[in-house]
């Protein structure tokens, strides 16, 4: 009788051990969807509307509280357009390895940079988001407006 009592609350014990851990597994998986999630605002350049799909981080959210930003942007490299912005946001640098025309990112903390051309690279950027359907020349600068 004892041993089955031991056997059953064993048994009891792993069955709430596991429940608990697909829980946590289906919170978490909830949760890096959310995360990666992408809010897509309006970027115009030089008079042209864009859609900007942002990423869901925490400096895309700091950057969302400076909005509207009205921007001229200086050309850099043959391959980008940057802005010195006056506020710092959130970094967190990695080396993407490759830009694809579109992408924005963030050099160090306050430098907000769009590139127009794909290429390979071993600078560190934090990820803001990607202007769909970009085309953009090489230009000494360019007007950006950002608005939600």
Do not use: W
Not at 58 to 67: A, G, H, M, R, S
């Amino acid at each position: 009788m004892m041993k089955k009592l031991i056997i059953a609350s064993i048994i009891i014990a792993l069955l709430v051990i596991i429940g608990y851990g697909i829980f946590n597994q289906e919170e978490k998986t909830s949760n890096e969807k959310e995360s990666r999630e992408m809010k897509d605002i309006l970027i115009t350049i030089d008079g042209k509307d864009y859609n900007f799909e942002l990423e869901n981080n925490e400096t895309t959210k700091k950057l969302l509280e400076l909005l509207p930003l009205k921007m001229d942007m200086e050309e850099l490299n043959g391959n980008e357009y940057y802005y010195y912005m006056d506020s710092s946001l959130p970094a967190k640098d990695v080396n993407p390895g490759n830009i694809k025309t579109g992408d924005v990112y963030l050099y160090n903390d306050n430098c907000l940079v769009i590139f127009y051309k794909d290429f390979k690279t071993s600078y560190r950027y934090t990820k803001i988001g990607h202007i769909d359907d970009l085309i953009l020349d090489e230009m000494d600068s360019i007007e950006v407006n950002i608005e939600e």
